[in-house]
């Protein structure tokens, strides 16, 4: 079963907008990453965030965290056709597996 | 740019038959992990391997089994395929000591299709 949802399941926006996808969980965590997946490919790490941590920024990347809340945002600023793709949050269980959401399908359109 | 190495890309097999999958792990990560992704769905844990031995399961029958070899490479077995099975199958590694603050590292994945 999945451990997270993320909302919405599908965005679309013109390029240059900034993307807000929304991520919520069901049990404590250590930690909750972010993964972006382009066409059925391989999963890309994008950021983590620690338990402890409540906002963390990579280049365009900002991610917060509410624990009391047991949710997490992945805001994408200034976006661009190549951030077209689908974006995954995950938590790690009991021994150290990942557990996924459904996913966003983000698409930039030009 | 992933140190990941997955084989073969895509693979079409017939409802029934047997499949092994492989994976080259990252150089220096010493921990693998499997997941299956229906389409559409998020990826799903099938189970890991820490220094040869699984050390995590899912919920999949026994029919899915693996090995990790001393050089941490890596292979997913699937007997008795059925027609639900067709997915991308996923490998992931990492460095047990930096998972907290590290992510996975995933490769490209292999397409099965069981028909």
């Known amino acids: 079963s999945q451990q997270g949802e993320e909302d919405p399941q599908a965005l679309s926006i013109q390029e240059g907008e900034n993307a807000t996808m929304n991520c919520s969980y069901k049990?404590?965590?250590?930690?909750l990453q972010w993964y972006r997946q382009n066409s059925g490919r391989g999963l890309v790490h994008l950021i983590l965030?620690?338990?402890?941590?409540r906002e963390k920024h990579s280049g365009r990347l900002r991610v917060t965290l509410d624990t009391s809340k047991k949710s997490s945002s992945l805001l994408i600023t200034a976006s661009r056709a190549a951030d077209t793709a689908s974006y995954f949050c995950a938590s790690i269980r009991g021994a150290q597996k990942l557990v996924f959401g459904q996913g966003t399908r983000l698409t930039i359109n030009p | 740019e992933t140190g990941v190495t997955q084989s073969p890309t895509h693979l079409i097999k017939t409802r029934g038959q047997q499949v092994t999958l492989r994976c080259s792990s990252q150089s220096g990560h010493n921990t693998v992990s499997w997941y299956q992704q229906a389409l559409g769905q998020g990826p799903q844990f099938i189970f890991q391997y820490y220094r040869e031995e699984e050390n995590g399961r899912g919920n999949f029958p026994p029919r899915f089994s693996g090995l990790q070899f001393p050089n941490y490479s890596s292979e997913l077995n699937v007997n008795a395929l059925e027609l639900d099975d067709s997915a991308l199958y996923l490998c992931?590694?990492?460095?047990?000591?930096?998972?907290?603050?590290?992510?996975?590292?995933f490769g490209s994945g292999t397409r099965l299709t069981v028909v």
């Open positions: 965030i620690r338990s402890n941590e």
């Open positions: 049990t404590s965590i250590n930690n």
């Open positions: 992931a590694s990492s460095l047990a000591d930096t998972l907290a603050n590290y992510g996975y590292t």
